[in-house]
């Protein structure tokens, strides 16, 4: 395939609308706190992108899945928020959490609400480490270089490319949102463990410090009380 013609009769969940002013920032947290930066490092992140871009002219709208994004950004950018999605009471998330999400964001691309839509979301490297991370929705960026048609060689396609696309790129935005949350979830648990042990371990310092402290208040108590004792026997 020409990849010329490709781009041009790509569809625009593909190769996008030819426009850049409006942006929506997905921004996917989590539902709870007690996990140390985990959601307000990728509200950080968002904030920054949404700042450049209004600086540069650009309309941003904000679509937030996670209460906890949604608090965390509502004081800067309340206005800018068109919607926000909320997991709290799904004990465990699925493809048909991910599923709703990505309708709509397609549906505010089809009635034109945005031009661009970029994801928000932590990558889970380890235990320790999650990186906040920004990835582009719509239009979609394809890495790689497509192949050189070979010769005069033609195909047949069953169905045709559009009506593949039609069918596949609506679901690629879903399963990249269910990568997310999933990405999301293990961060989440990682950094909430780390943040559980880091306050352990300050509680257990905490203690020490204080039990050491009440020792040396109740031994120069007591000493204060037998100085009194002596000195009062012995004015006697």
């Not at 790509?10 to 030819?18: K, Q, R, V």
Request: glycine share 6%; aromatic share 6%; no cysteine.
């Amino acid at each position: 395939m020409n990849p010329a013609k490709q781009s041009h009769d790509a569809p625009p969940l593909l190769s996008g609308n030819g426009r850049d002013q409006v942006h929506l920032l997905v921004v996917a947290t989590g539902e709870r706190g007690l996990a140390g930066s985990f959601n307000s490092s990728i509200a950080r992140l968002a904030r920054e992108t949404a700042v450049k871009l209004l600086n540069e002219g650009k309309t941003v709208k904000i679509l937030t899945v996670g209460r906890k994004g949604n608090d965390i950004l509502k004081r800067l950018f309340a206005h800018n928020i068109v919607e926000t999605v909320s997991f709290r009471e799904v004990r465990q998330l699925g493809f048909v959490n991910a599923e709703q999400v990505g309708r709509k964001i397609i549906a505010l691309y089809n009635a034109g609400a945005f031009d661009v839509a970029t994801l928000f979301y932590s990558r889970f490297r380890s235990v320790i480490s999650q990186v906040p991370t920004a990835h582009q929705l719509i239009p979609a960026k394809v890495d790689g270089v497509a192949p050189a048609e070979a010769g005069s060689v033609s195909y047949d396609y069953e169905p045709d490319e559009e009506a593949i696309l039609n069918e596949l790129l609506p679901r690629n935005i879903s399963v990249q949102v269910f990568r997310a949350l999933l990405e999301n979830q293990a961060s989440f648990f990682g950094a909430q463990m780390s943040a559980m042990d880091n306050a352990t371990r300050n509680a257990g310092d905490m203690i020490k410090t204080l039990t050491l402290q009440y020792n040396r208040q109740r031994q120069a108590q007591i000493t204060k009380e037998l100085i009194e004792i002596i000195s009062g026997a012995e004015a006697l």
